[in-house]
C-alpha cells in the first residue's frame, strides 16, 4: 500500500457507501452494496432480531425500514469482514428482489441509517486505496464488465489475474538492475578500476528499451480491442453494401432495395468475428449526387473512412473497376482493405468477363504485379451474401488483419489496452533512450542516471504505487456505480 493511500484511510473508514450494483429494471434479483466502517451496524439496524450472519455466506433476513419498522423484503444477506473484502473494508451484499422499486427502496434505508450514494467507482477505487489490486487491475475489472467479444474476456481476465501488472513489474527490477549497475560504476573512483563498465550499464539499459519498446508494440491492437476495430463497408451505389452488413450483423438490420442511393445515414454495430471486436459501419454509396440528403450522407461515409482501421470495399461482379474506383482505393494508402466481387450469383456465363472486374481482382490480389497504386488492398474475393459464396473465408480472414499479432500470440499475454498506459510505457521509453543518448555523447553517468527516475516513476503511476486524484478520477470516471 502507497503512503499516500494510506494517509487516506481514515477519512474512507469514516464513511460508509452503497450503490445497487446491478442494471435498473426488471429483473429477478437486484444486489444491494455497502462498503465501510459503519456497514455491518446498518445492516443490524435492517434486520432487527437477528443475529449477524456468519461471514461469507449467504443467510436470509427480514430486511426492514429503519425508520418505520416496515418489512422492504425477504433477502439473502452476506458479510465480508475486513481486510478479506473486494474493497478491503467491512462489505455487504443484499440480493434482494429486482424490478425498479425494490432495490431503489433498500438503498434508501441504508442511507437513512448513514450510508452516502457511492460515486462510480467508488468500491473499486477504495479496493485499490487499500491495495487489494493495482490500477491496471482496475482497469481490467472495467474491460471485463464492458467486453463484447471472446478475445476481450480473455485479455481482460488475464490483466485482472495479474498479467499485464506482472509484466510491467519485471520492467521495474530491470530499472533496478541498472540503477544497481550504475550504482557499482559510481562507487568507485576513475583511478580504480570499476567492477561494472560503462559499456555493460549501457547494455543493461538497450536490454531494458527493447523490452519496453516490445510492449508498446502491443497497444495498437490492445486499444482496438476494447473499441473493436472501425470496419467501414464501402463503394459505389446498390454495390450490396447493406446486404453484407445484414449477414455479417446476422439480422435485418439495413435496408435492402433495387434503388441506388437507398442508405443515406451510417448505421453501426458491434459484432464478433473469429472472437474479435470489430464495429461494422454501413455508409452510403460513393458518388457524384445532386440530392443533399444523399450529399450528406456521403460526407458521413468519408468521415468514416478517415478513421477506418479497416475498408471492405464493395464493387457489383460485373461492374468495371474504373478510374474513380481505383483513385478512390489509392486514397486509402494506409487502411487495410478487402475488395469485394459481390453479387457472383447473379453472373451469368463466364464469371470472368472482360466486362466485369475479375482481371482486376486478380491484378490487386496479394502477391500480384505491381500494385503500387492500390497497394493498400490485402485480399480479393469474390462474394455473395445469397448463396455465402466467399462469407466464410472474408470473416476467416478479417481477425487477421487487424489483429494479427493477438491472434499469432493469444489474447492472455500482456498487452496495453488503454491510451493511459501507453503514455506511461512511451514515457519510460523515451527516457531510458534519453539515458543511453546522454551516456553515448559522454554525459558523466551521475548526471546521466537522473533521467531514469522520470521513467521508473512512470511505471510506478501506471500500477498505481504512486497515484494522485487526477489520476484516480482519470481511472474511474468511466465506471458504473456500484463497481
Not at 530491470?174 to 583511478?191: G, R
Not at 474506383?325 to 470472368?352: I, N, W
Amino acid at each position: 500500500m502507497t503512503e499516500e493511500a494510506s494517509g487516506r484511510l481514515p477519512e474512507l473508514a469514516a464513511d460508509t457507501i452503497a450503490a445497487v450494483a446491478t442494471a435498473a429494471g426488471p429483473g429477478a434479483i437486484a444486489l444491494v452494496r455497502m462498503s465501510g466502517s459503519e456497514a455491518f451496524q446498518i445492516l443490524r439496524a435492517l434486520t432487527p432480531g437477528h443475529v449477524d450472519p456468519a461471514p461469507r455466506t449467504a443467510s436470509v433476513r427480514s430486511l426492514m425500514n429503519g425508520q418505520g419498522g416496515d418489512l422492504l423484503d425477504r433477502a439473502l444477506v452476506t458479510t465480508f469482514p475486513r481486510p478479506e473484502s473486494y474493497t478491503g473494508e467491512d462489505m455487504v451484499e443484499i440480493s434482494c428482489h429486482g424490478g425498479w422499486l425494490v432495490p431503489r427502496m433498500v438503498l434508501d434505508a441504508c442511507v437513512a441509517l448513514g450510508a452516502r450514494l457511492a460515486e462510480p467507482g467508488e468500491f473499486t477505487r477504495r479496493a485499490v486505496l487499500y491495495g487489494k489490486m493495482d490500477l491496471v487491475q482496475a482497469e481490467a475489472v472495467l474491460d471485463l464488465i464492458e467486453g463484447r467479444s471472446r478475445a476481450q474476456h480473455d485479455a481482460a481476465l488475464f490483466q485482472v489475474e495479474r498479467g499485464l501488472s506482472r509484466r510491467i513489474s519485471e520492467l521495474r527490477e530491470q530499472f533496478v538492475t541498472v540503477e544497481a549497475y550504475l550504482a557499482h560504476h559510481i562507487d568507485f573512483p576513475e583511478e580504480d578500476e570499476a567492477p561494472v563498465s560503462v559499456d555493460r550499464v549501457v547494455d543493461a539499459a538497450a536490454a531494458l528499451r527493447e523490452a519496453l519498446e516490445e510492449l508498446l508494440e502491443t497497444a495498437p491492437e490492445g486499444e482496438l480491442l476494447r473499441e473493436g476495430a472501425l470496419t467501414v463497408l464501402a463503394g459505389p451505389p446498390n454495390s450490396g453494401k447493406s446486404s453484407l452488413y445484414n449477414a455479417l450483423l446476422g439480422e435485418e438490420r439495413a435496408i435492402v432495395t433495387d434503388v441506388p442511393g437507398t442508405t443515406r445515414d451510417a448505421l453501426e454495430a458491434v459484432i464478433s468475428v473469429g472472437g474479435f471486436p470489430f464495429r461494422l459501419v454501413d455508409t452510403a454509396g460513393l458518388r457524384d449526387s445532386d440530392d443533399q440528403v444523399e450529399e450528406m450522407g456521403i460526407e458521413v461515409a468519408r468521415r468514416y473512412l478517415d478513421r477506418a482501421d479497416l475498408v471492405l470495399f464493395c464493387v457489383e461482379s460485373q461492374a468495371v473497376l474504373g478510374s474513380v474506383e481505383r483513385e478512390f482505393l489509392a486514397g486509402l494508402a494506409d487502411v487495410p482493405t478487402v475488395l469485394l466481387r459481390t453479387k457472383v450469383d447473379l453472373a451469368s456465363g463466364d464469371r470472368a468477363s472482360a466486362n466485369g472486374v475479375a482481371e482486376d481482382l486478380a491484378s490487386v490480389g496479394p502477391g500480384n504485379g505491381d500494385r503500387s497504386e492500390i497497394a493498400n488492398v490485402r485480399e480479393s474475393l469474390d462474394l455473395s451474401v445469397v448463396d455465402g459464396t466467399g462469407l466464410g473465408r472474408l470473416q476467416a480472414i478479417l481477425p487477421e488483419l487487424v489483429y494479427g499479432g493477438l491472434v499469432r500470440a493469444g489474447a492472455s499475454v500482456p498487452t496495453l489496452t488503454r491510451a493511459r498506459q501507453s503514455e506511461a510505457v512511451q514515457k519510460a521509453r523515451d527516457q531510458v533512450v534519453a539515458f543511453i543518448e546522454a551516456l553515448d555523447e559522454g554525459t558523466p553517468v551521475e548526471v546521466a542516471s537522473a533521467l531514469l527516475r522520470p521513467a521508473e516513476t512512470a511505471l510506478e503511476e501506471l500500477l498505481g504505487l504512486i497515484s494522485t486524484d487526477e489520476i484516480l478520477d482519470r481511472v474511474f470516471r468511466e465506471f458504473c456505480i456500484g463497481k
